[in-house]
Every structure is written in C-alpha cells, then in structure tokens.
C-alpha cells in the first residue's frame, strides 16, 4: 500500500498544474489600477470613421464582416448565426466582441445573444455608428490614448481622423514585391509605382533613391513606422549580403516585365528589402514584421521569427528597430529569444494573441516579462473593428493583471514593481518606440 500510495503521488507529480489564484481580491485591486493605465494600440485595422455612410449597422453585419470572427459566426441571417454560435459561443474571436456588445449597446454582464435580443442590439448598434462622435466615445471608455493603423498606408498625420491616429506603412507591395503582374489592379506593380509616386525609374539606382526618399518623406509627414507583411507569401529568410550586381542585373528584367524563376525572384526581394532595413537603420524607425499565426491555407513555418535571425546577427541594420509581431504564435519561445539576445533592436509585440487566445497571451506574457529588458514588449489588438477593439483592449487588461498577480502571489513582484512594468507593455514602450505624444 505505501508503495502504490507512492506511485499515485509520484504520477500525480508529472500532470500538469492548472494555477487557480488563492486572492481574487488582488486581481479585481490590480485591475482596477490597470484600467487607469493609459493604452497605446500598437497594431490595428480599424476603419476610420463615417457617420454619415449609408449601412445598416446591425449584429449580422458585424458578425459575418470582422476579418476574423466571421470564419467562425457565418450565417446569413439570425436563424444561420444562431446555428453557428451553438459551436463556437466560446470562440475567442467571439468572447470579446460580445463583451463590447455588452457594454456598448445594453446588454447584460451575463446575457448572450439570444431570439429576443438580437434585433434590439442589432438597432442599437446601427444608431450608434451613424452617431458622429461614437468613436471617440468607445476610446475614451476603453481609455485608448494613441492607435497605429495600418489602413492608414502612407498618409500623414494631417490625414487621420484625429490627433491619436498614427499610420503605419506596409511597405511590402510597393518597394519590394514588386516583380509579379498584378492581376487584381491588372498593372505591374514596377508602372504602379512609378505612376503613384510620380517618378521614371530607369534602374536600379533610381529605385533604390525612391526608397529612401519616400520612407523619409513618410515619416516626415507624420507616420510612425513601417510592416512587412512577406510572411505570408515567402519565408522571412531575407539574405542581409543580396549582391547588388546580379540584383541590379534581375531589375533590368522588372523593367522589361520579363517573368523571373523563384532564384531571381528571391534575390531582388532580398535586396529591395536590404534597402528598406537601411532606410529605417538611418533614421532610427521601426519596422513590423508578420510573424508566428498565419491566415487560413497559409504555410505556418514561412512565419517562423528565426529565419530574421541573420538580419539581426549583422549588425548592419542595428539601429533600426524591428517589431515582431503576434508573439511569434505559435514560436512564441524562439520570438522572445531573438528579442532577448537583440537588444534594443528587436522589439516583441503581442498584438493578435489576446485575441486569438488569452490562454496563450497569459502564458507568453508571463515568459517576456520574466525575461526582456522592460523596454521591449508590447501588447497592441490587431483588431478589424471597434467592437473587436474595445473588447480586446478589455480583455487585455484582465490578462494583464491575472498574470502580474500570479507573479506576486508567488513573492517573484511586489506590487509597485508589477504595475511599473504593466504601464511600460500598455503605453510607455509603444509611445517611447513610434515617438508619440506622452498623455
């Protein structure tokens, strides 16, 4: 008996611990400290404003439109929906549009969407965005101080809604995948630019000025950083030592609109984007890279933050500051690594991973608070509309404080200590790094 008592105890040793916090108290006390922490998000989608636009605002629109949720709440109409959210209620991509839905439009704290409120929330939803003024509105409850949006493209600061919009550039489509016919726009993205940006380009020196002009001029007007979205297309492995001679050769052909084999399509990718690195380098900018969660049908190891690993061993772009983006999901350990070792040049952004699981964000965030300089990590929504926002921002903040009270509770942070740091992942690190007014 003593022997099996021991081999019961001795298994028991090997599951896993599910960590249950003993004081609730501390984490309702932390929250309500976090909630008065002013929030930078540092990566969204968001639509600007348009009171005045002709839609119909309602529950389906939202839930069969968000660039996430709705590959999960699909139905045409509320018996549809209703159907699809029977299997995924719980879906995170859900949870936190109806928690908005709760605070924004009347619903109960406790209250899931049901036959006899949909059409009420539904009109309360449509009376409020056709109400000037309701973003604000939603900022300001969320406390959301300054947003990078990246469906600002190259516009300038005098070009956004308001004061706390700041655009963020993918700068992928014009400077460096730029060797394909682009059969959506039925253009070469070669004529594209030099019709957007009016200029002739003759070669690969009048390119490569391009470039440098247009990401100064950029950040003169007022943007705050640039993105690559190449994840989601090619491996990250952009080669830091592309040559330029066979590179300037393989231009030529752009120029021409000649179709080029993967090899030369890889080499004028990797030096375009050698070009790019340089111009953030000299101006000491950030740039966002996708990494980690991919969309769907998509290959998941093109993410993979440790191909941008020989970019960083260089040295040659230290002064740019790279953002990786999503936590690296699901190489979230091989992100904080990279980040760790390549300081300050290496930035971690969880952006997306609240969203897409706060179960893994909790877990992530834990590990890159242990581990990174307290200036590196932060925690933007990557969100594709307010109610996704603001729930999300919520959301975060929970994260947030379970996390930081775990640590207390375990004597590792006393509570100034957790606080300091939870300020500097939700606004002082973004503000310091995009070079954005302090609130």
């Known amino acids: 008996m003593k022997r099996l008592s021991s081999l019961i105890l001795a298994l028991l040793l090997t599951l896993p611990t599910v960590r249950v916090f003993s004081d609730e108290a501390l984490v309702k006390r932390l929250l309500l400290k976090i909630n008065q922490i002013p929030y930078v998000d540092s990566h ?3 639509a600007f404003p348009d009171p ?3 839609a119909n605002y309602d529950v389906l629109s939202l839930l069969n439109a968000s660039t996430y949720v709705a590959e999960f709440t699909y139905g045409e109409d509320w018996p549809a929906l209703k159907k699809s959210l029977a299997i995924n209620g719980h879906h995170a991509y859900y949870r936190p549009i109806l928690e908005a839905m709760r605070d924004l439009y009347g619903m109960g704290p406790n209250e899931e969407l049901n036959d006899s409120n949909i059409e009420r929330i539904s009109k309360a939803r449509n009376a ?12 300001r409850k969320a406390n959301m101080v300054h947003m990078i949006d990246l469906d600002g493209g190259d516009k300038g600061q ?3 809604p308001s ?7 993918n700068i992928d489509p014009s400077f460096v995948f730029i060797q394909d016919y682009d059969k959506k726009e039925k253009v070469w993205p070669i004529d594209r630019d030099q019709k957007y940006f009016k200029v002739k380009i003759n070669n690969l020196a009048d390119m490569e000025k391009l470039i440098s002009t247009q990401i100064e001029a950029f950040f003169k007007r007022g943007g705050v950083g640039l993105k690559s979205t190449a994840a989601y297309f090619r491996k990250l492995d952009f080669d830091p030592a592309a040559p330029r001679g066979p590179a300037e050769k393989v231009f030529a052909r752009v120029l021409k609109h000649e179709s080029l084999n993967a090899k030369d399509t890889k080499l004028i990718q990797d030096y375009l984007m ?7 380098a000299d101006l000491k900018k950030p740039i966002q890279f996708h990494t980690g969660n991919q969309q769907n049908w998509n290959i998941v190891e093109n993410s993979n933050p440790l191909e941008l690993n020989p970019l960083f061993y260089t040295g040659r772009f230290a002064n740019a500051r790279f953002v990786l983006l999503h936590g690296g999901y699901p190489y979230t350990k091989e992100s904080i690594t990279l980040a760790r070792y390549y300081h300050p040049t290496v930035n971690l952004d969880l952006a997306w991973m609240v969203l897409y699981s706060p ?12 581990m990174l ?10 969100s594709a509309n307010l109610e996704e926002q603001y729930g999300t921002i919520k959301f975060t903040r929970r994260v947030m404080a379970e996390v930081l009270a775990e640590k207390i509770e375990s004597g590792f942070l006393t509570e100034p200590v957790a606080l300091q740091i939870a300020r500097r992942i939700l606004y002082t690190n973004a503000v310091e790094l995009y070079g954005l007014d302090k609130k």
């Open 44 to 46: 969204v989608h968001l």
């Open 373 to 382: 300089d307290g200036s590196q990590l932060m925690i933007g929504t990557d």
């Open 52 to 54: 005045n636009r002709k």
């Open 163 to 169: 004061p706390i919009w700041h655009s963020m550039w």
């Open 359 to 370: 179960a893994a964000a909790k877990e992530t965030l834990s590990e890159a608070i242990d």
């Open 274 to 280: 050698t070009c790019v690195l340089q111009a953030c």
């Open 158 to 160: 005098a070009d956004m």
């Open 128 to 139: 409020a965005y056709h109400r000037p003024g309701f973003y604000d509105e939603v900022f």
